[in-house]
């Protein structure tokens, strides 16, 4: 008989939604949607892991407080219906990301994530590579993994210099989520990564060149209403179908341009999500400005034309 392994060591693989969060009218953080939003990416979407408090779900924008309440929520209700719920707990400052990080040990969620601090911004990856150490440490037991996001965070260390040996600093240590376009520098952490480590790509556009590249899988705000055609993009490229893959994705290149040159960003996103999905997600908190009724009628329209039923 196999030992199971524990699901914390299982490998991160295939479509990772980065959720949005659930707020009311009043702007408070909505814990009774998340429920029916797991439901809904796992019938609807196909989509069976999710990566929370993220970009996509504004977590800049949330006290620390409201971090620890939705990560409890989200790893209580995918309990059973999810693959994985990885956390992102970064912030500015060290303890805080600390503090969320051992809060996320003590929920079992399966992973943790962190972005690098932006506001004063590690000078090299040696820099940043010493603060992740300081954030694993106090979460040792779960798998962690950097979040590179240069276009948000200013910060563009070469990941393949960041996890040179970062094994025996973080025992750990899993993988990369990589929303960077440097191919390069994405395709050497790929051949210097153990194989059961993960690199997940998040530049949800341009998927198919990071899947010839070899990534294990992906994250991004998009799966949350396309995971189903991206789940298709993926096996078609696995079974070798790259005219069928290329069509998919020039697809979802052709809404993300439409969304972009109507001001794509996570309030016009969320909006999106809340005409496609039928879920009432709310608006987005301040700075991030709630997206008029039209503008998301109009992206609605196109993804109806672009995927009909
Ligand atoms: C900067 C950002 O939020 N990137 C997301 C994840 O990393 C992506 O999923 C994008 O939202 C997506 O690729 C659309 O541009
Ligand atoms: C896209 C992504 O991974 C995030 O929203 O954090």
Not at 189 to 212: F, R
């Amino acid at each position: 008989m196999s030992i199971m392994a524990p699901a914390a060591d299982k490998k991160l693989t295939g479509l990772v939604a980065a959720t949005f969060t659930p707020i009311t009218s009043q702007g408070e953080i909505n814990l009774s949607v998340i429920g029916p939003y797991i439901d809904y990416l796992k019938e609807k979407q196909g989509v069976n892991n999710v990566f929370v408090n993220g970009t996509t779900g504004e977590s800049m924008s949330l006290s620390v407080e409201e971090r620890k309440l939705l990560a409890e929520e989200w790893c209580r209700k995918a309990k059973g219906k999810m693959d994985q719920v990885i956390v992102h707990v970064g912030c500015l400052s060290l303890k805080d990301t600390q503090e969320l990080a051992h809060h996320a040990a003590q929920i079992e969620a399966d992973g943790i994530a962190v972005i690098a601090p932006s506001f004063f911004k590690p000078s090299s990856a040696d820099v940043l590579r010493t603060f992740l150490q300081e954030v694993a440490s106090t979460a040792p037991t779960l798998p962690f993994y950097y979040y590179h996001v240069p276009s948000v965070t200013g910060v563009n260390v070469n990941v393949r210099e960041l996890i040179e040996g970062i094994e025996k600093v973080i025992p750990s240590f899993r993988g990369v989520k990589f929303s960077g376009s440097d191919l390069m520098d994405l395709g050497q952490c790929i051949s210097y990564i153990p194989p059961h480590w993960s690199v997940l790509y998040g530049i949800d556009e341009q998927l198919l060149g990071a899947l010839v590249m070899g990534v294990h899988g992906a994250v991004g705000s998009t799966y949350n209403y396309v995971g189903c055609h991206v789940n298709k993009l993926i096996s078609a490229f696995e079974t070798g179908d790259l005219v069928q893959a290329r069509t998919i994705q020039f697809k979802i290149q052709e809404l993300v341009s439409f969304a972009i040159k109507l001001g794509f960003d996570v309030g016009v996103n969320k909006q999106l999500m809340n005409e496609l999905s039928g879920l009432d997600l709310g608006p987005p908190r301040l700075p991030v400005m709630t997206c008029p009724a039209a503008r998301a009628l109009a992206i609605k329209q196109k993804y109806d034309s672009i995927f009909p039923e």
